[in-house]
């Protein structure tokens, strides 16, 4: 083994899902699966799903030793957010220092989308899947990338078109951060953002890149 592979550091992989059992069934395997040397463990947040999703779970969890999952229950009433709450239940389960936000629609593609993650506070990943490569944005700081996220949250998967739309829009694949800050990189998720605050992060996110 490498001094390389030795010094690579755990990581709890966390994500959301909501009535997504063919993503699941498709995409988890490949978080499962990673050719990462370092410890790993994959958490799973079932947040109100009405499919299969909670079977799909279970019997993946047979499988793949690598993989825990909770849920968040029906009767949680949160303000505003149920996707916020469910990504601290599953930081709050995390075993590990360094904290993947991970996105079951955008799966890694190689062992540099985990290893980019953990450089820094705080790191975003663009994946160009037709290339098979990945892109990393590193800060020593989670303030410099908190207008990407919201901005991110805030437009969803609209013109996603390519590493350089993405960067300025601030659609990445995944957030990476330490246990110590993920908090408030999850309070970012999900906001309200309207008129010129809106307008200053378009700007922002524009000039970031």
Not at 25 to 51: C, H, K, R, W
Not at 55 to 70: F, G, I, Q
Request: include cysteine; charged fraction near 25%; proline fraction near 4%.
């Amino acid at each position: 083994m490498t001094m390389e592979h030795q010094t690579q550091p755990p990581v709890s992989i966390v994500m959301t899902v909501h009535d997504q059992a063919e993503a699941l069934e498709q995409n988890l395997p490949a978080f499962l699966t990673l050719p990462y040397e370092g410890q790993y463990e994959v958490i799973v947040v079932d947040n109100m799903s009405t499919d299969d999703t909670p079977d799909v779970l279970k019997r993946l969890k047979a499988e793949y030793p690598k993989l825990y999952s909770t849920f968040l229950p029906n009767s949680v009433v949160v303000n505003p957010s149920r996707k916020r709450l469910a990504l601290s239940v599953g930081a709050k389960a995390a075993h590990h220092d360094h904290i993947i936000l991970a996105d079951i629609r955008r799966t890694p593609i190689n062992v540099d989308w985990v290893a980019g993650l953990t450089e820094g506070e705080a790191a975003l990943v663009y994946c160009n899947r037709k290339r098979e490569r990945v892109t990393h944005v590193v800060a020593t700081d989670l303030d410099d990338l908190k207008s990407i996220i919201r901005k991110a949250e805030r437009h969803s998967f609209r013109d996603y078109w390519g590493t350089w739309f993405r960067k300025q829009r601030g659609l990445f694949d995944a957030v990476g951060v330490r246990k110590e800050h993920v908090f408030d990189a999850i309070r970012l998720y999900d906001q309200r953002i309207r008129g010129l605050r809106l307008l200053g992060l378009r700007l922002r996110v524009w000039m970031g890149f």
